[in-house]
Nanobody, 121 residues
Framework: QAQLVESGGGLVQAGGSLRLSCAAS????????MGWYRRAPGKQRELVAV???????NYADSVKGRFAISRDNAKNTVILQMNSLKPEDTAVYYC???????????????WGQGTQVTVSS
């Protein structure tokens, strides 16, 4: 099993920045896609950004131009740089990773515990 450990959440003023990180560990041969999701109070969980093993990124329309996702394959880490934060970005942010334990093995998916991001006006 693989585990994801998230960090970097906190309380910031509108217009500020935060940098979230997620490090994967455990029985991992290769991590495929990694992404960040968020759930705001009263709303469904939504995809924020995802990045493939090759570095191609996709973003939710609401964060385009403000957030940037990146990954360090050597460290099995994914980063979400959040700039120009808005109160609407307040949510619990979750890291997700698709991975496999063998080259030709089945794929697995695992989630981090979540980290709170609060943006005040």
């Amino acid at each position: 099993q693989a585990q994801l450990v998230e960090s970097g959440g906190g309380l910031v003023q509108a217009g500020g920045s935060l940098r979230l990180s997620c490090a994967a560990s455990g029985s991992i041969f290769m991590i495929d896609a990694m992404g960040w999701y968020r759930r705001a109070p009263g709303k469904q969980r939504e995809l924020v950004a995802v990045i493939t093993s090759g570095g191609s990124a996709n973003y939710a329309d609401s964060v385009k131009g403000r957030f940037a996702i990146s990954r360090d394959n050597a460290k099995n880490t994914v980063i979400l740089q959040m700039n120009s934060l808005k109160p609407e970005d307040t949510a619990v942010y979750y890291c997700n990773a698709g991975y496999r334990t063998m080259a030709w093995g089945r794929s697995y998916s695992t989630w981090g515990q979540g980290t709170q991001v609060t943006v005040s006006s």
